[in-house]
């Protein structure tokens, strides 16, 4: 199950704690219909938020952004691509050919 997670700052450099009490105390997930399952302060004094839905989501990062205007900022995490870098590949592999010999000789990687 892939989960969408939101992570909320200060922009006056309250402590993670003060956000949280401070989210608590404005938003409201079961007026917004929002399920929050994961609910963490983090190292470099933000809080993680996490929803099963992009709805969900993109719902409580307007309502942070609305009710806490000026306080806090709601940002969703975007997904990085991950790269590899494959050395020693013999000189007749092509540029071409590549995904398909990756793709025979690995049955469970889907591109």
């Known amino acids: 199950m892939k ?7 200060s ?6 704690d003060t956000i949280k ?15 929050i399952n994961f609910f963490k302060s983090l190292k470099n004094g933000r809080v993680l938020i996490e929803t099963n ?11 942070i952004n609305d ?17 590899q870098v494959i050395i020693n590949i013999p000189e007749e592999i092509s540029i ?7 793709l025979t000789q690995n049955k469970d990687v889907s591109l």
């Open 11 to 16: 922009n006056e450099h309250l402590p993670p």
């Open 67 to 83: 009710k806490c205007e000026g306080k806090l900022e709601a940002n969703a995490l975007k997904l990085r691509n991950p790269r």
């Open 53 to 63: 839905s992009k709805e969900e989501l993109e719902a409580l990062q307007k309502d």
């Open 21 to 35: 009490d401070l989210l608590k105390y404005k938003i409201n997930p079961f007026e917004i219909k929002v399920r």
């Open 96 to 102: 071409g050919n590549v995904e398909d010999i990756l």
């Open 3 to 9: 989960k969408y997670k939101l992570t909320v700052k």
